[in-house]
């Protein structure tokens, strides 16, 4: 998984986005085991105290369970695993409708921005889905 920071968030907050988005994409496969909080936090080059931070949260999002000698493993619970995705879904609509905004657009201009868009990539690819 690549790992990728900015400083407009906490790290630990950073690390379950990208972690929610590593479960909800099948980086991480429901019911697999994750790897341990020392493994992570060596991959994505963070303090382990921070990356037991993010999978507390995780757990208690119900994401992620604990097996008391076994690990930390993926929910094979797919109404989680889509709400999460649903989630990280409404968050960069929330993000991009924000930039709109602030560039002067409104509702039905962006409406007619993507079925535009839509179109180009129906005449270059033929496969866009909207």
């Not at 790897?35 to 936090?41: F, I, K």
């Amino acid at each position: 998984m690549k790992w990728q920071f900015s400083n407009d968030a906490p790290i630990y907050a950073q690390l379950i986005a990208q972690i929610k988005v590593g479960i909800v994409s099948g980086v991480f496969p429901p019911g697999e085991r994750l790897p341990s909080v020392r493994d992570l936090a060596t991959e994505a080059g963070v303090n382990p105290n921070t990356m037991q931070r993010a999978l507390t949260e995780l757990e208690r999002d119900g994401l992620v369970y604990s097996q008391r000698t076994a690990g930390r493993f993926v929910t094979e619970d797919q109404t989680m695993i889509e709400a999460a995705k649903r989630g990280l879904a409404e968050g960069h609509i929330q993000t991009f409708l924000a930039a709109m905004h602030r560039l002067g657009y409104g509702r039905e201009d962006v409406l007619s921005l993507l079925r535009q868009e839509r179109e180009k990539e129906e005449m270059n690819h033929g496969d866009f889905d909207m």
